[in-house]
């Protein structure tokens, strides 16, 4: 009995609990393998909650120098396609890769809906890594960014070159005075505004793209000349050349009085006696010339130049005209064609001339020598580039008369 004993002891000793830990062993198996995909996919979910992290910040990152990129392209007057293109370029770039982008200006929504602001709006989808295993579906990510532009001033005279040097010349014994508005000049030359000789200036602010050259002192409202600076815009960029048409008008050069109606001057305009100038646009194709003695008046006038056409006004002439107060040429006295080539006009009168309106030659420098402004001294001067060798006083605050503001030193921020 008592081999009997030992016997069934060691039968379920080494056999039943062997058997019970062998099933034991297998459940704790089965439940490992079971639990295994939640334990790695919480893990991976760690990981990847991480990684989303990092990458909504980057799309951010990205969405904010886009918004930046645009918003400097919308400075320079761009239009809205090449707005986006410097949008676009920033994002991929920065590594957008296969992600969409939106460019909107100005924004569709927001707070900045109504002013000078690009938006910018990113998409991408992410593939999952260790949570791939509960689903397929991609990570949606969206980021948005605004970039406003503010405008710190308002110019007078803006002279568009990029890169002349001596843009914007103060010279001779000229004496100019504006009143509430700055110089403004987008070269990026070290003496691209520059006052010489005798000259004596007053404005608010001297501001430039490049460097400003003083040799004699001028009088500003702000501490110091403004070097460096963000280039304007060109105001009239979207402003549409008028179209010619027919019959073609002439003067008659034997009059001494004569009575002039819009239309297209098909061999220019040479402008002697007593001239006066109706209402509307003109269109000359050829060389308008004011010459000496002359008395030429007009309101709400716009004269287009077209080609490389030039306007020569004698220094003994007596000009007043002014630019309409409404319509599509509002503000506009004389508008320089932007398809032309490098030429020169030049502004020249007795101390009775007015010269209201703006004095527009994108392509053409601009020679202003006479002692005379406009009404209540409302004249701004526009042009590639700007020599001043009169007396004036101009003023900024002309919305009365139909002329807009021309901004100046303007900045950009990411705002939203």
């Not at 120098?65 to 090449?82: M, P």
């Not at 007078?156 to 010279?171: I, V």
């Not at 034997?254 to 001239?275: A, D, E, I, R, W």
């Not at 009775?352 to 020598?369: E, H, K, M």
Request: charged share 10%.
């Amino acid at each position: 009995m008592a081999i009997s004993g030992r016997f069934f002891k060691h039968l379920f000793s080494q056999g039943v609990t062997g058997r019970f830990r062998e099933g034991v062993c297998g459940n704790v198996a089965t439940i490992f393998a079971l639990t295994l995909p939640v334990v790695v996919g919480g893990a991976g979910l760690g990981v990847e909650t991480s990684y989303w992290y990092y990458s909504s910040l980057k799309l951010q990152s990205t969405a904010d120098a886009a918004a930046y990129a645009g918003a400097l392209e919308k400075v320079q007057g761009s239009d809205t396609a090449a707005i986006t293109a410097a949008a676009t370029s920033s994002a991929a770039s920065n590594g957008l890769g296969a992600g969409a982008i939106v460019v909107n200006t100005p924004p569709t929504s927001g707070p900045n809906t109504a002013k000078k602001a690009v938006e910018v709006i990113l998409n991408q989808s992410l593939d999952r890594m260790f949570t791939s295993i509960f689903t397929q579906t991609k990570v949606p990510e969206q980021a948005r960014a605004v970039a406003l532009i503010t405008d710190a001033s308002k110019a007078c005279d803006l002279a568009l070159n990029p890169s002349a040097s001596q843009a914007m010349l103060f010279s001779g014994s000229t004496s100019v005075k504006l009143n509430g508005c700055v110089v403004m000049a987008n070269s990026i030359a070290n003496d691209a505004l520059k006052v010489q000789g005798s000259a004596g200036l007053q404005a608010d602010c001297l501001i430039s793209a490049g460097g400003v050259v003083l040799n004699n002192p001028v009088t500003t409202v702000c501490k110091s000349p403004i070097t460096q600076a963000l280039p304007a815009a060109d105001p009239f960029a979207s402003l549409p050349p008028p179209a010619a048409g027919n019959p073609c008008k002439s003067v008659n050069g034997n009059k001494t009085s004569q009575t002039l109606q819009p239309g297209t001057y098909c061999s220019g305009m040479s402008l002697n006696g007593n001239v006066t100038l109706q209402p509307g646009v003109y269109v000359v194709q050829g060389g308008m010339k004011v010459n000496a003695n002359a008395v030429v008046s007009g309101s709400g006038v716009t004269i287009f130049m077209a080609g490389s056409n030039t306007v020569s006004m004698n220094g003994n002439a007596t000009v007043t005209l002014s630019a309409p107060t409404s319509g599509t040429y509002s503000g506009v006295l004389f508008y320089g064609d932007r398809t032309g080539t490098a030429a020169q006009s030049t502004f020249n009168g007795t101390a009775d001339s007015l010269l209201t309106g703006a004095i527009y030659f994108p392509r053409q420098q601009v020679n202003y020598l006479g002692n005379f402004s406009g009404v209540n001294g409302c004249t701004q001067v526009v042009a590639d580039t700007i020599q001043w060798s009169g007396n004036s006083t101009i003023n900024q605050d002309c919305s009365s008369l139909g002329m807009k503001d021309i901004p100046a030193a303007q900045s950009v921020a990411v705002v939203e």
